[in-house]
Structure formats: C-alpha cells, structure tokens
C-alpha cells in the first residue's frame, strides 16, 4: 500500500468516474489512492451509450480501441406504434467530418468498468474494496481522511485532495455540507437485461411509442441480448420494493415484436434531476453522480462524469508537479457546473415530454415524431446539430477564466476542432495524447512564434494548410494554445508569439520539460 505521505488524491468511489480520474493522474504522474465501500465492481447497471467526446478523452490514453472494439455502433433508430412499424430513423455516421468517432456507442456500465479497472491493473494501481469513508477534514497542506474496512478497523489517510465521486447519496458530499437540490420524477422505470428473439433483435435501436407506456430496446453483445429499459405505472406498484419483472404491464409486448425468453436480471429506479450547489471546497471536489445527476434521455449521464474527472485530472496535476498556481483548480467548478445546469435543464425538458401524459405531448410523441424524425435526419445540417448536442463535441468553457480569444469561428474554450486526416498523415488529434499543452497552427508558424515555444520547451505542431480546415471553423496561421484535456485555451488570429507567452504568464503556468 502506498504511504499515506505519498498520496497525492484520495478518490472515494470506483464507478467510471472515479476509475477514469484514477486513469488519468496515473499517467500524469499523480499518485493516488482509490477506494470503494462495495466488495465488488458491478455486475449490472443502467448506463449504456458512449459518446463521441469520451471515446475522444479516452483515445489520449489509449483505451479507445478497446472500447469501441467491445461495443456497438448505434447507428439506426426504429419507432413503433400500436404494433406496427412507424419509422426508421438512421443517423449513420452523423459526424463523419466531425469527430474521428462519429457515432455514439453502446457498451454496458459494466463491462465498461471491468475494462478500467484492468487498464488501473496494468499500470499498477488497485481498488481498495469494501474500504469506506467514514469522516473527512481538511488540515493545513491537505486532507485527512477516516477510512473503515470490512472487519470493522479504522484508519487514518492523508492525502493533498479529496475527489468524491461516490454517487448520488455521496458521503464526500454531506461531509462539505453542500445542497443537492432538484426533485425526482413521478414515474417508476424498470431495466432489464433479457434474452429474446423477434424483428426487433436485429441489432438496431427499437422503441415503442405509446399514450401511457414507455419502452426502449438497446442491442447488447450477442444476437439474441438486449437491454429493457421502461415505465412501471400502475398505481399498486409505485410504494412497493419486491417488483419483479411479473409486475410489468406485458400490454406494450404486444405493441413491439419481441418474444422475451429469458431475464438475466432486473431491477426498478426512479428518475432524479438534481444538481450540488458547489462542485468543490477547499481540497475536496464532487465528481459524476455526486454532483449532478438527470434523466437517461441522451446517454449523458456516465460521459459528463468522465468529463468531469478528465477536466479536474490535468489541473491537480499540474499544481501537484509545480506547474501552476492552486488557482488553476478554481476553474474546475465554473467549467464543469455551468454544463451540468445545462444539460438537467435541457434533459428535464425532453424527458418530461417523452412521459409526459398530456394531451399535447401524447400528440407529438405518437404523431408528429414518427412523421417527421425520419424526414429532419435527412438534413445533413440537422444530423451535424444533433451530433454535436449529444455527442458532448460541442461543449465549451467559453466563460473559463481560461479561455481567451478567438481565430476563425474558434473561441478559446471550444474544443479543438478535428481535421480530417490526409493520405497517410496523423490527424491534428494524435499530438493530444502527449497530455502536454501544446501549440498547434494550420499553414505557417511564424518564426517568432517558433522560437518562444523552443525557449518554453513548448510543442509546437504545425499542420499544412487545406482548403477543409476552413470548413472547421480554424483560420490559417492562426495560433491555438491547447489545453491538456483537448481544449483550446488561446485562440490568436494573427499567430503572436506574444499572445502565447503573455497568457501563461498572467496564469503563472510552467509548461512541462
């Protein structure tokens, strides 16, 4: 075990969050510890959708491949209505000039988790089970923190931070004091893992659309494998805690071609929208679930988690390795807040008219969805706008305290744009995994520019100019600082040396050597 003089992060909770926060400060040379109060990672689980924007994140540190070598590409959408086929909805390769993964992903929590934790295994580093936090205080130069084990023994760990990301009901969370608040949704869902046959296991997206019932088939590994995700609504089950699958309402079967011969297993949930008051206090930050959670609509929930622990990895590293001020960790929570509001207003919205019973949402859920979806993704524009939303490419920390400038259509925040690779070159996203700030410019670097990022030992990558670049928003000879985590931090339209060194300066950053 290592000392606790040594821990740089305490990481409570080892959910996708948590093990991708591990994941990352590993490779940046920032030790950790991680811990969680269950004896075993999770056999089921609800989250399923993979967005582009983490497949991006995870390319940095090599796990893409693996991911979207297990997965399955959801490319295509099927709407059913009163038993008969009403539309088909196919998204394709939505953003084939957008991202080099150009669809979303489907890849269970589970099998997800067991992936991370063997990748943590690899470079050395092991969840501690059934370790739980029990108290937790700041001191001068760090946290310390009370542990409890399984046999019932104590101890005490000190650590420089503290990463809660231990989940909805978050200890770390109660420990700061901070607000949770949001409400919960009326209606009770079911999740089913089951074995079925019938046309809709056809390894595309099935759902059934219905005045008062709600159902979706996600296709899994496996011909005959798909996940049940619906609405249990009658009345005398909604205070009840031993539902079974014998408890859901068979009516919408027979609305949706699907014979169900087996279920793996089952479980019912209800649908919270809340989000914590504060992402951070002093040493302690809340990560994923313990920060915010909102309805499944758009697979966002386990993605903006894994975007939250990317986003706060490379700033702890690098106050941890001396190369900023502690004021750089002052932008995790403005970054990371003002998308989660976002996305729970956003979610609210569509998930209360996906259940809504009223008249008017029963119209458009019923009638107007099935006629027009399949006609709006024909549009190339619609699918690049839907893309970008649910994808998670298209958010942006304009507002950053980080964020400066702009060249093209590229704002400091945004996301570097992907440029499209060229004959047998690397693409402008293969420099990324270096987890270095860098500069990048598309035609030519000025020689002023070439000089200060060799005396900052500051890489420089320089990438011909192509009349396509223009199309992404980029403008030539423009200069981008880029953030670790993929992020423009500086757009300069004329190239400055200047503009590059004067904003690390005013932020007190050192670029690594």
């Known amino acids: 075990m290592i000392n606790d003089r040594e821990i740089d992060v305490l990481i409570v909770g080892a959910g996708p969050t948590g093990l991708v926060l591990a994941l990352w400060l590993n490779r940046l040379g920032v030790r950790t510890r991680i811990i969680d109060k269950t004896a075993e990672p999770g056999t089921t689980s609800r989250a399923l959708a993979v ?31 009163a038993g008969k086929h009403a539309a088909r909805v196919v998204f394709g390769d939505m953003g084939g000039d957008l991202s080099p993964f150009p669809y979303a992903l489907i890849y269970t929590q589970d099998e997800h988790e067991r992936l991370l934790i063997d990748r943590l295994a690899d470079a050395g580093v092991r969840i501690e089970r059934q370790t739980e936090l029990v108290a937790f205080e700041e001191t001068a130069d760090g946290v310390r923190a009370r542990l409890k084990r399984a046999d019932g023994s104590t101890e005490t760990c000190e650590a420089r931070h503290l990463a809660g990301c231990d989940g909805a009901h978050s200890t770390v969370r109660e420990g700061l004091q901070i607000g949770f608040p949001g409400g919960t949704y009326n209606h009770l869902f079911y999740v089913a893992d089951v074995d079925a046959h019938g046309p809709v296991m056809n390894g595309e997206l099935h759902g059934a659309l219905d005045a008062t019932d709600f159902l979706i088939v996600f296709p899994l590994k496996g011909d005959r494998h798909a996940r049940l995700i619906g609405t249990m609504r009658t009345d005398d089950t909604r205070e009840r805690t031993d539902l079974s699958w014998n408890d859901v309402s068979q009516r919408i079967f027979e609305w949706l071609p699907i014979d169900i011969e087996r279920v793996r297993w089952f479980s019912t949930y209800r649908v919270h929208h809340r989000v914590a008051d504060h992402f951070r206090k002093g040493r302690t930050f809340l990560l994923g679930d313990a920060a915010h959670i909102h309805s499944p609509v758009g697979g966002q929930g386990m993605n903006t988690g894994i975007g939250d ?7 702890i590293a690098e106050v941890v390795h001396g190369r900023a001020d502690a004021a750089l960790l002052d932008s995790y929570e403005p970054e990371r807040i003002a998308f989660a509001r976002r996305l729970v207003a956003t979610t609210d919205r569509v998930f209360t008219g996906v259940t809504s019973d009223g008249t008017i949402a029963r119209h458009v859920r019923l009638n107007l969805v099935p006629a027009i979806a399949p006609a709006m993704f024909s549009f190339k524009t619609w699918r690049r706008f839907m893309f970008r939303t649910i994808s998670q490419t298209a958010v942006n920390y304009r507002a950053s305290s980080l964020s400066e400038g702009r060249a093209g259509r590229v704002h400091g925040g945004d996301r570097l744009p992907w440029v499209k690779p060229h004959a047998n070159e690397a693409d402008n996203f293969t420099p990324l995994t270096s987890l270095d700030w860098q500069v990048h410019v598309y035609g030519t670097a000025a020689s002023q520019l070439q000089t200060a990022c060799h005396d900052r030992s500051l890489p420089l990558h320089v990438f011909p100019w192509r009349g396509e670049m223009e199309h992404t928003g980029l403008q030539r000879d423009a200069a981008y600082l880029v953030r670790p985590d993929g992020y423009v931090a500086l757009a300069d339209p004329q190239g400055r040396a200047a503009a590059i060194t004067s904003y690390l300066d005013a932020r007190r950053l050192i670029v690594k050597h």
């Open 51 to 81: 967005q582009a924007r983490t497949l991006e994140l995870y390319r940095q540190v090599g796990l893409s491949e693996a991911v979207v070598a297990e997965g399955r590409k959801m490319t295509t959408v099927n709407l059913w209505k």
């Open 309 to 315: 622990a990317v986003n706060l990895a490379w700033k």
